[in-house]
């Protein structure tokens, strides 16, 4: 009868461990974090219909705003997507986006990894802002892992003033999942 007693406590043991192990590896999703990346570029370096590529004036490390969300830290994040995106004209000034671009994609740029398509778009509002499309299902968790992670813009301009200044600035809403306890 002894032995009986001490096989199910040793089988209730198990259980318990494996259960608190199970909770250990669930997935919480974050408030969502949003980045932005500033692109600038003279007119000179652009021609009318051809594609030019440039390369964001600033990086983003995640950090701060994981630590924000909960104490969480890189090495926590097991998947990020982005969900939405937007790029804005900043300059020239009273320009409509239809006016300047015919095409704008986004790639994440970091030191060891591939570039990566994350959002974009062909044809433009009237406005000086509008929506790109995020790629679905394209995770970007070894991005967020690194030290700080950049970005290019692919662009296909209109008419482009060789004495303009052109700046864009692009804005990703990420959805970040962590290891969670």
């Not at 509008?130 to 970007?140: C, E, H, I, K, Y």
């Not at 690194?146 to 060789?162: I, N, T, Y």
Request: some cysteine; overall charge negative; proline content about 6%.
């Amino acid at each position: 009868m002894y032995k009986n007693r001490r096989w199910w406590g040793l089988a209730l043991l198990v259980l318990m461990l494996s259960g608190c192990e199970a909770a250990g590896t669930e997935r919480l999703t974050l408030p969502e974090i949003e980045v932005s990346f500033r692109f600038e570029i003279n007119g000179n370096a652009l021609t009318d219909g051809q594609p030019a590529t440039i390369i964001a004036v600033n990086t983003v490390d995640l950090a701060p705003a994981l630590q924000q969300r909960g104490g969480y830290t890189k090495s926590e994040v097991v998947a990020a997507t982005v969900t939405a995106a937007a790029i804005e004209r900043i300059q020239p000034l009273l320009t409509d986006l239809s006016e300047v671009l015919s095409e704008a994609r986004v790639l994440l740029t970091a030191p060891g990894l591939n570039d990566l398509e994350v959002a974009g778009r062909a044809g433009f509002p009237d406005d000086e802002t509008a929506s790109l499309a995020p790629r679905s299902g394209t995770d970007v968790a070894a991005f967020v892992k690194k030290a700080a992670f950049g970005a290019k813009l692919h662009l296909v301009p209109l008419q482009p003033a060789p004495d303009e200044h052109y700046i864009y600035e692009v804005r990703l809403t990420l959805r970040v999942q962590v290891e969670g306890v």
